[in-house]
């Protein structure tokens, strides 16, 4: 690909394409799959959020009741 000749316009472009695609190849595959998991994608956003976690603190709490008031009413 260094031998690649082409106008200053495209040449900028191509060394754009090549810097972004290795920004985002850095972290290599395994930080992909780790970035394409929903828990991680949740935590990483709660991090960033004091509205998110509250809300997800209260739908734990939410649910955890319901299911005791099930079981409280199955048993």
């Known amino acids: 690909m260094?031998?690649?000749?082409s106008t200053p316009k495209q040449s900028h472009r191509f060394q754009a394409n090549i810097?972004?695609?290795n920004k985002s190849h850095?972290?290599?595959w395994g930080r992909d799959l780790l970035e394409?998991?929903?828990?991680?994608?949740l935590v990483?956003?709660?991090?960033q959020s004091k509205t998110?976690?509250?809300m997800v603190l209260f739908g734990l709490c939410f649910?955890?009741?319901f299911?005791?008031?099930?079981?409280?009413?199955a048993g």
């Open 36 to 41: 394409a998991d929903t828990l991680f994608a």
């Open 44 to 47: 990483k956003s709660m991090c």
């Open 67 to 73: 299911f005791l008031l099930l079981k409280y009413m």
């Open 63 to 65: 649910f955890g009741g």
């Open 19 to 21: 810097e972004r695609r």
């Open 2 to 5: 260094d031998n690649f000749v």
């Open 52 to 54: 998110l976690t509250m």
């Open 26 to 28: 850095a972290g290599g």
